[in-house]
């Protein structure tokens, strides 16, 4: 079965200090994985997914991840954080059998501190 | 930007009581889901549709639990006789033709059971 981990349940970090979320993903076959971001009482919003290619990734709002496939993780980057980034970060894992459904990690709370 | 809504956004009903919410996704989406959050945790798959029927559910989505398409635009999660624990946000989700395609979330629907 698909699953993925996310170690964290929060992380701090400075403003203009660079910023990690980690995943780490278990599944069976090609992984196709996803980042998400909710802000209070909002629906998630895509940030950006790995699905072949390169292994580093570029997304929305200078979010990038990497995708490491001999230690099973794609964490999530930023080089310089802003007081706006804080928010719940999901790592997400696509099971591609049946109808294609999205299952996601735990959630990693980030609060960026002026 | 396309975008998928849900109504009502906050619903309370007594224990007992049906509840049915409304999902309207993006127009040429292929895929359909619900999920549901928990104060905020974790983004639990409910259920998958597609093509009309339902492609995969998972084990919170019982017999209490319906879904339909019954017009071809909205999309309705039917919860029979609510539980306390039913109380939650539940978010509608889609994605269109590829299976690789990013989740589309609604803002979501709070459920308060009383």
């Known amino acids: 079965a698909q699953s993925v981990a996310q170690p964290e349940d929060q992380v701090n970090v400075a403003e203009g200090n660079p910023l990690t979320v980690k995943c780490t993903y278990s599944v069976s076959g090609n992984p196709y994985l996803f980042w998400y971001v909710q802000y209070p009482n909002r629906g998630l919003q895509f940030l950006l997914k790995y699905i072949t290619g390169d292994n580093l990734v570029k997304g929305s709002y200078g979010f990038e991840a990497e995708f490491n496939k001999s230690q099973t993780s794609f964490h999530l980057k930023k080089p310089s954080a802003l007081v706006s980034d804080s928010a719940l970060y999901f790592c997400a894992v696509r099971d591609m059998t049946g109808g294609f459904k999205t299952i996601f990690g735990a959630g990693t709370r980030l609060f960026v501190k002026a | 930007e396309p975008e998928v809504t849900q109504t009502p956004s906050h619903q309370v009903t007594q224990m007992g009581q049906e509840v049915i919410l409304r999902c309207v996704p993006i127009?040429?989406?292929?895929?359909f889901y619900w999920y549901r959050q928990i104060l905020g945790q974790k983004v639990e798959f409910l259920v998958s549709f597609y093509n009309n029927e339902i492609s995969e559910k998972s084990e919170i989505f019982d017999d209490q639990f319906s879904v339909e398409r019954p017009d071809g635009s909205n999309f309705t999660l039917k919860i029979r006789s609510t539980k306390l624990e039913d109380s939650a946000m539940y978010f509608c989700?889609?994605?269109?033709?590829?299976?690789?395609?990013?989740?589309?979330f609604g803002e979501g629907s709070r459920l308060t059971v009383l």
């Open positions: 127009s040429n989406h292929l895929y």
């Open positions: 989700a889609s994605i269109g033709g590829a299976g690789t395609g990013e989740l589309f």
